[in-house]
């Protein structure tokens, strides 16, 4: 997409924040700008040893001075020689998929479905860099150059050299403690069951544990397999805190940790385990024999919050809404000495017309796109528990913020409501002096609380919303949640109403997922 298409929460003018803020994005939309505005990346260390494939971890640096990121990407081959990858915009914490990734001879080439990019280059004969161009959206091609990790160089010549280490007989145990910090709640979407929810490893044993299968299991004697992680697909589930670049994110050194993100499907309501368990396989080192670790089972919950919609009208587009992959899903962040996933089913709401865009005319001014002003509507009865407001409008772009991104203003003017049963719905970037509602206020449901707008660390003009389980924009945990009825129209960023091949599905009871467009009722 144009570098002139703007997507939010890019953290670039505050670099010093990323750590803290790292994961309140739209993430689909960050990586919009990333891969629109790449340019040759600098070469990192020394020239890395030969390799006959692209399996590995490459990186790049995008920009230059405070806006420049950290780009790595982290390919995998399977034993069929297929390749699997993905790219981590490290200082954005945005992760997205690649796909259809090749080798044939020297040109690589490989997808990024999530934002429409495809990239075509050229491996050197010391298979250590490539380069090429990076096409999106229709814009002009621009130059991307990838350079071989020297540490996954260093790393493999290391480990070739001396085999880790491990018992030599079999250990009492596996001392890895797995923890999921909030058992999941199913929940139907696109006429599905879902059962979302993280795994935290930590490897409490002095060897290195290289895990091998994950893998979800209904809690009773049947132990019905639900999803299973291994391999490349393995890899892209997990994820490393403090380790970005780790080559293996499989792979456990003593005293480290890793979190699993799982995302369950069943096809039909009764196929919902009452409980549900966890199958993990491990190698110890050196220790020949594969182990298995499978935990306690731990309750899943029935019936998501039922709210209305936030919104009314047409054409309200999901970005970064509910996916495995969704920046918003994996946006664990540690407040108060507590690391939560607030965002787990987020939405960022922005509009769509005719032309496929979310504005007309001048794209500096926030009045000229259709999602601002529009009302933000209560989902349910409840109390106001908190209001930010007085915080200024950006001008949308990528760069720009109208105060200094922190905890206090990263969610820019916004309400919270509690609507009961321990429920909290989160409304953030409204217009300042547009909030409708104050401390303490009783609301009813479809009652105005604010209007849309651009304020704190957002882009453009749009609505995130989502529902959890405390009073705090991310100090809390996420929470599924079902509309009463909307209407799918279409997918995509690009989509336009010329594009329906049919009537709208008319979708009940469910919630709506990453980059649908979506028609609201006019009345709650």
């Known amino acids: 997409m144009a570098a002139k298409t703007w997507k939010r929460d890019d953290r670039r003018a505050r670099p010093r924040l990323l750590k803290s803020i790292s994961s309140w994005h739209i993430a689909t939309f960050v990586a919009f700008v990333l891969l629109s505005t790449m340019v040759p990346a600098r070469a990192v260390g020394q020239a890395a040893k030969a390799d006959s494939d692209l399996a590995g971890t490459w990186k790049g640096e995008l920009g230059a001075g405070a806006a420049k990121l950290h780009i790595i990407l982290t390919i995998t081959k399977s034993a069929d020689g297929a390749f699997a990858g993905q790219l981590n915009s490290v200082d954005q914490g945005a992760v997205l998929p690649m796909g259809n990734i090749t080798l044939k001879g020297d040109a690589v080439r490989f997808e990024v479905k999530d934002v429409g990019g495809v990239y075509e280059g050229t491996l050197n004969a010391a298979r250590t860099e490539f380069s090429g161009t990076w096409t999106q959206g229709g814009a002009p091609g621009q130059p991307l150059t990838f350079t071989r990790s020297s540490e996954d160089s260093a790393a493999k010549d290391s480990a070739a050299q001396k085999p880790v280490e491990g018992p030599k007989e079999k250990p009492i145990s596996t001392f890895v403690d797995v923890v999921v910090p909030i058992a999941p709640?199913?929940?139907?979407?696109?006429?599905?069951?879902?059962?979302?929810?993280?795994?935290?490893?930590?490897?409490?044993?002095?060897?290195?544990?290289?895990?091998?299968?994950?893998?979800?299991?209904?809690?009773?004697?049947?132990?019905?397999?639900?999803?299973?992680?291994?391999?490349?697909?393995?890899?892209?589930?997990?994820?490393?805190?403090?380790?970005?670049?780790?080559?293996?994110?499989?792979?456990?050194?003593?005293?480290?940790?890793?979190?699993?993100?799982?995302?369950?499907?069943?096809?039909?309501?009764?196929?919902?385990?009452?409980?549900?368990?966890?199958?993990?396989?491990?190698?110890?080192?050196?220790?020949?024999?594969?182990?298995?670790?499978?935990?306690?089972?731990?309750?899943?919950?029935?019936?998501?919050?039922?709210?209305?919609?936030?919104?009314?009208?047409?054409?309200?587009?999901?970005?970064?809404?509910?996916?495995?992959?969704?920046?918003?899903?994996?946006?664990?962040?540690?407040?108060?000495?507590?690391?939560?996933?607030?965002?787990?089913?987020?939405?960022?709401?922005?509009?769509?017309r005719d032309e496929g865009k979310t504005f007309q005319g001048d794209e500096k001014d926030n009045k000229n796109y259709y999602a601002y002003g529009s009302d933000a509507l209560a989902v349910a009865d409840g109390v106001v528990t908190e209001v930010k407001d007085g915080i200024p409008e950006n001008i949308p772009g990528r760069d720009s913020r109208a105060v200094p991104i922190t905890l206090e203003t990263v969610g820019g003017?916004?309400?919270?409501?509690?609507?009961?049963?321990?429920?909290?719905?989160?409304?953030?970037?409204?217009?300042?002096?547009?909030?409708?509602?104050?401390?303490?206020?009783?609301?009813?449901?479809?009652?105005?609380?604010?209007?849309?707008?651009?304020?704190?660390?957002?882009?453009?003009?749009?609505?995130?919303?989502?529902?959890?389980?405390?009073?705090s924009p991310l100090g809390a945990e996420g929470l599924p949640y079902s509309l009463a009825s909307f209407e799918v129209v279409g997918h995509g960023w690009a989509w336009k109403p010329s594009d329906a091949t049919g009537p709208a599905e008319i979708h009940k009871s469910e919630i709506p997922m990453e980059n649908e467009v979506v028609n609201f009722s006019t009345t709650p």
């Open 185 to 352: 709640t199913a929940f139907k979407a696109d006429g599905k069951w879902n059962l979302v929810y993280e795994l935290h490893l930590n490897n409490m044993d002095r060897w290195d544990y290289k895990l091998t299968k994950v893998e979800a299991i209904s809690g009773d004697a049947a132990a019905r397999s639900l999803v299973t992680y291994a391999g490349a697909d393995l890899d892209a589930a997990m994820a490393r805190p403090g380790q970005p670049g780790a080559t293996e994110k499989s792979k456990l050194a003593g005293g480290t940790m890793a979190v699993v993100y799982v995302w369950a499907t069943v096809d039909a309501e009764n196929a919902i385990p009452a409980t549900i368990r966890q199958r993990l396989n491990v190698k110890i080192g050196t220790y020949p024999e594969e182990l298995t670790i499978e935990t306690a089972p731990i309750p899943v919950g029935r019936g998501p919050v039922a709210i209305s919609s936030p919104l009314r009208g047409n054409h309200w587009l999901a970005g970064n809404g509910p996916s495995s992959t969704s920046g918003h899903r994996r946006a664990l962040i540690p407040i108060d000495g507590h690391a939560a996933i607030a965002q787990r089913f987020a939405i960022d709401w922005v509009r769509i």
């Open 413 to 471: 003017n916004h309400v919270i409501l509690d609507i009961g049963g321990g429920h909290f719905a989160f409304y953030a970037h409204l217009q300042p002096g547009s909030l409708r509602v104050k401390l303490g206020d009783k609301v009813r449901r479809g009652q105005v609380v604010g209007l849309v707008g651009n304020s704190g660390n957002s882009t453009e003009p749009h609505l995130h919303f989502h529902i959890e389980n405390g009073s």
